[in-house]
């Protein structure tokens, strides 16, 4: 089985600040590892994922994330706000070895907001 | 290209009527589909997905169902609502050659 764990519920950052958003994974076997964004009424828009390869990975609207095994972390990074980075983040893992199209689990998800 | 639609977008509807929330998907064949529900606060709770036509898994006992009755197409419903169902309903679906999910803009529900 596997988990997502996003510590608290909410980041706030000034616009131009660096953004980390932090993600820390449980698996058993490798896994596959995404962030998705969510606007206000919206559904979730994948921002970047980590399949194989390289482990740092680049994403839609400036962002980047790391995966670190030895961590078991896979953390989001932008490194200047924009306001209209906010949003409500959601890191989610599958079992590499069920495919590609295997079940994802969501943590709990985090909201950013950027103050001016 | 694939896409995959949702509706409607928002539904008031009183506690004890019935629902039907409904998700296609075009440009794919033999999707994996899902219904996801998020209530306040409590992120992305998965309700039913489906691998296959009249083939639905239930994640979470509750007063919803789900159906599969065509290969891109998943139907959310119950015969009776309550309160404890409004909520934000999101569609998504996956395939084989692609990772990860694509989402459904979202259906927000109301129960009055």
């Known amino acids: 089985a596997q988990s997502v764990t996003q510590l608290g519920s909410h980041v706030s950052v000034s616009e131009g600040a660096l953004v980390l958003l932090r993600c820390n994974y449980s698996?058993?076997?490798?896994?596959?590892l995404f962030w998705y964004v969510q606007y206000p009424n919206q559904g979730l828009q994948l921002l970047l994922k980590?399949?194989?390869?390289?482990?740092l990975v680049k994403g839609i609207n400036g962002f980047e994330a790391e995966f670190k095994k030895s961590e078991t972390s896979f953390h989001l990074t932008k490194p200047s706000a924009h306001m209209s980075d906010a949003a409500e983040y959601f890191c989610?893992?599958?079992?590499?070895?069920?495919?590609?199209?295997?079940?994802?689990?969501f943590g709990k998800g985090i909201t950013l907001s950027v103050r001016p | 290209s694939q896409t995959i639609h949702q509706w409607p977008a928002t539904l008031v509807q009183p506690v004890g009527s019935p629902l039907s929330l409904e998700c296609t998907v075009e440009g794919t064949s033999n999707p994996n589909l899902y219904w996801y529900r998020q209530a306040a606060g409590r992120g992305l709770q998965l309700l039913f997905y489906?691998?296959?036509?009249?083939?639905i898994s239930s994640e979470v006992p509750q007063n919803l169902s789900a159906s599969r009755p065509q290969d891109r197409q998943f139907i959310l419903s119950s015969k009776k609502l309550l309160l404890s169902d409004s909520g934000f309903y999101l569609c998504a679906w996956s395939v084989p050659f692609i990772y990860g999910y694509t989402f459904g803009s979202g259906t927000r529900l109301t129960v009055v």
């Open positions: 980590y399949t194989t390869g390289a482990t």
């Open positions: 489906s691998v296959g036509i009249g083939q």
């Open positions: 989610a893992v599958s079992l590499r070895h069920t495919g590609a199209n295997s079940k994802l689990t």
């Open positions: 698996s058993s076997v490798p896994p596959y």
